[in-house]
């Protein structure tokens, strides 16, 4: 007697493009980390400040967009930092990080959300989206003492 299997359901959706900044004090020992809108996607839960990726734009054009208009910044030095693919059951996601070592301002959520600088030793005491999980992992392991 065989057994029908059902095929798996194929991501179909297309892959949205974000470019995110991990903005780091002067020392390096604490960055600036964002609570995403309880009514978006991954509600709730923490991040490193960025956005999608426009037409006609590359991601460091977009990360420095993206941190003036969601923390106030201007981004005077940037690095890439990794990037990655993640798939949520309802999104699909490439994601370029950059370290933002440099920039004029006040860090701060600019557009009402919450914002707060944290030790690297103590990011894990707040929950992120798991595509981030990856990139937790790898800043620990650059800059964590």
Do not use: C
Request: proline share 4%; no cysteine.
């Amino acid at each position: 007697m065989s057994k029908d299997v059902m095929p798996q359901k194929v991501a179909t959706q297309k892959r949205i493009w974000i470019a995110v900044g991990i903005i780091l004090n002067p020392a390096q020992d604490q960055i600036f980390i964002t609570r995403r809108d309880a009514n978006a996607h991954q509600g709730g839960l923490w991040e490193f400040a960025g956005g999608k990726v426009d037409a006609n734009e590359t991601a460091e054009q977009a990360v420095i967009r993206e941190l003036n208009e969601e923390v106030g910044i201007e981004v005077t030095a940037l690095t890439p930092f990794m990037s990655l693919a993640h798939d949520y059951p309802d999104k699909a996601l490439l994601f370029d990080f950059f370290t933002i070592t440099a920039f004029i301002g006040e860090a701060h959520g600019n557009e009402g959300q919450a914002g707060l600088w944290v030790a690297i030793n103590q990011l894990d005491q707040y929950p992120f989206p798991k595509a981030n999980a990856a990139v937790l992992a790898k800043i620990v392991e650059v800059y964590g003492e």
